[in-house]
Every structure is written in C-alpha cells, then in structure tokens.
C-alpha cells in the first residue's frame, strides 16, 4: 500500500540550531514531493517541490532548504533556524489522479 | 499566480444545522478544487474534490458547488456532527501542474 511518513513528529529547537525533517514515501516510485507550512491559525504554504531525485524548486525565499538524495526521500533543512520558522510542516505527494496525500506532520518550536 | 480567498475564518453550528464555507480564487485557469480536513495535530485529509466540468458534486452530508464564472466555489456540510469540528481549507489548481494553491483555513466548531 501507499503510505507517507514523516519525522520528527514533535522538535523543540533553540534558536541558530540546525533542522533536519524527513520525509519518506513508499509503495509508489519517482513521486512528485511538496513541503508545506502551515503557521499558527494560517493556511497552508508551499515551501519546496521535487519532480524527481536532485530536482528541487523553491516557492519562497527563506531560511530553509530541501532536498531529495533518494527517489522516495524529502529532507527539508535549515543551518541555523530563526524564531519565525516556528510552525507545522506538512510532507506530501500525489497519490494519483491529482489527489494530494498529506504526512502527519513535523511541529516544530524554535525558542 | 493563483490567489485563494476563504471565509469565513470560524464558523460555530449547533449540531444538526447546516455550515458553508466560501472560496474564490483569481486564475481563471484552475479546473480543480478540492477541500481538506484537517482534524488537531494531524494532516490534512482530503473529503471531496470538483473540476471544472461539473458545477456540483455530493458525498453523503458534504456537497461542493463551483460557480466558474464568479470563480468561487463552496462547501455545504449539513446535518452537523461534533465530529465535523475541525479546519477546513479550499484549495485551487491546474491540473497537470500539480500544485496546489490553498485557502487561509476555517475552523468549524459544531456545539452538540
């Protein structure tokens, strides 16, 4: 079956340390991969996509980065987080016929 | 690129009424519009979807019109249960682009 994973669930980070979320997919190959956050009481924004291994696009210009070194891997990063990274990152993937298929989320605090 | 509008941003219902959520988008372009769920701490799920073709599709309680002349499009949950209680988010695209351009959300609280 399909499934999509992501961790840390739960990450409490000071401020100007590094982030590493994972994201992973499987029963699917070559799937197209998104990271979303979703601050507090706000929608959901777009941050990266990936069509393929090593082929990232950036939605918005900020502090983190991503990347994909395996077919079924999303990393989003940062080297040194701010307070305004604060939020709840959503992986996902289309699970097919355009329906985008969220994770459970990573809720990451920076104090 | 694509803007997504949604109202309200909460909405309280006793159990048993109805409750809509409203969205409008600015691509003339998108032709496909699905609404997410998303319950505390978790994912969103999507509940139902709609494209362009139709201007109305029904699951059960929940029901989706699309008016693309007005570009607005909106959710009808009726019969209302404490378990609707969660976000909702509208969401538009163009299919085959493959993202997707998301609403502010709207916190649906049904008091039984």
């Known amino acids: 079956s399909q499934t999509i994973h992501q961790w840390p669930a739960t990450l409490v980070q000071p401020v100007g340390s590094p982030l590493s979320l994972e994201c992973t997919v499987e029963g699917t190959s070559n799937p197209n991969l998104y990271w979303y956050r979703q601050a507090a009481g706000r929608g959901l924004q777009l941050l990266f996509y990936?069509?393929?291994?090593?082929?990232i696009s950036s939605e918005v210009p900020q502090n983190l980065s991503a990347s994909r070194p395996q077919d079924r891997q999303f990393i989003l990063s940062s080297k040194k987080l701010l307070l305004s990274d604060s939020g709840f990152y959503l992986c996902?993937?289309?699970?097919?016929?355009?329906?985008?298929?969220f994770g459970a989320g990573s809720r990451l605090t920076v104090l | 690129g694509e803007n997504v509008e949604q109202h309200p941003s909460t909405l309280s219902v006793q159990e048993g009424d109805s409750a809509v959520i409203k969205c409008t988008y600015s691509d003339s372009a998108s032709n496909y519009f699905p609404w997410y769920k998303q319950e505390l701490g978790k994912g969103p799920q999507l509940i139902i979807d709609?494209?362009?073709?139709?201007g109305e599709k029904k699951d059960q309680r929940i029901a989706v019109t699309l008016n693309k002349t007005a570009k607005h499009f909106s959710l009808h949950i009726t019969e209302t249960q404490p378990e609707d209680s969660a976000v909702y988010f509208c969401a538009a695209s163009i299919m085959g682009r493959r993202a997707l351009t998301f609403g502010s959300g709207t916190r649906l609280q049904v008091q039984p």
């Open positions: 709609i494209r362009s073709n139709v």
């Open positions: 990936s069509v393929g291994i090593g082929q």
């Open positions: 996902a993937w289309y699970a097919g016929a355009n329906v985008l298929t």
